[in-house]
């Protein structure tokens, strides 16, 4: 989930997007807990993510940590972000609910929020400016699901005990 400066930087960032550029991204993503997310892992490299997912994405000059954007295609705000903090991934999560990305036992973006609680396992809130984050941590990562108007907006990956509110 993001705010106004991030969407504006995320919009930015999607337009110079090549469709070559897209290749990388898997579509539909998915979301393994505690381990994953497009593939993507917390501690993973930049030449590590840029193997994975290609060397052309968007980058966020305004935003507290190096940040990649990633579209599903071209001049479309929807995919993923991947965070970096000396150079290794320190946050990953989708933007704009892309069409088809999976976590676990099937559950899809635009669930509602009982299919989270009922999937996900024990999670607890954080509220974060106009949405949730229901997360769960494990020993060095935590996983993810946000919430919007009651459904299952986004996905999201980072170091346990990071702030989910994006």
Same mark, same amino acid.
Request: glycine share 12%; proline share 6%.
């Given at each position: 989930?993001?705010?106004?400066?991030?969407?504006?930087?995320?919009? *930015? *960032?999607?337009?110079?997007?090549?469709?070559?550029?897209?290749?990388? %991204?898997?579509?539909?993503? /998915?979301?393994?807990?505690?381990?994953? %997310?497009?593939?993507?892992?917390?501690?993973?490299?930049?030449?590590?993510?840029?193997?994975?997912?290609? @060397?052309?994405?968007?980058?966020?000059?305004?935003?507290?940590?190096?940040?990649?954007?990633?579209?599903? @295609? *071209?001049?479309? +705000? &929807?995919?993923?972000?991947?965070?970096?903090?000396?150079? &290794?991934?320190?946050?990953?999560?989708?933007?704009? +609910?892309? =069409?088809?990305?999976?976590?676990? /036992?099937?559950? !899809?973006?635009?669930?509602?929020?009982?299919?989270?609680?009922?999937?996900?396992?024990?999670?607890?809130?954080?509220?974060?400016?106009?949405? =949730?984050?229901?997360?769960? =941590?494990? /020993? !060095?990562?935590?996983?993810?699901?946000?919430?919007?108007?009651?459904?299952?907006?986004?996905?999201?990956?980072?170091?346990?005990?990071?702030?989910?509110?994006?």
């Amino acid at each position: 989930m993001i705010g106004p400066m991030r969407l504006a930087a995320i919009l *930015a *960032a999607t337009l110079v997007l090549s469709p070559a550029a897209l290749a990388g %991204l898997p579509n539909p993503g /998915k979301l393994v807990p505690g381990r994953s %997310l497009a593939g993507i892992r917390i501690g993973e490299t930049q030449r590590q993510v840029t193997a994975a997912l290609g @060397r052309s994405h968007g980058v966020c000059t305004g935003c507290a940590f190096p940040t990649w954007y990633f579209s599903v @295609r *071209a001049f479309d +705000q &929807h995919g993923l972000a991947v965070e970096f903090a000396r150079g &290794h991934v320190s946050a990953v999560y989708t933007i704009w +609910q892309p =069409d088809g990305w999976t976590g676990p /036992k099937g559950l !899809t973006l635009g669930a509602p929020q009982a299919q989270v609680d009922a999937t996900a396992g024990a999670l607890f809130q954080v509220m974060c400016t106009g949405y =949730d984050a229901w997360v769960h =941590d494990r /020993k !060095t990562v935590r996983t993810v699901y946000y919430i919007l108007n009651g459904g299952l907006w986004g996905f999201g990956l980072m170091r346990a005990n990071a702030n989910p509110c994006r």
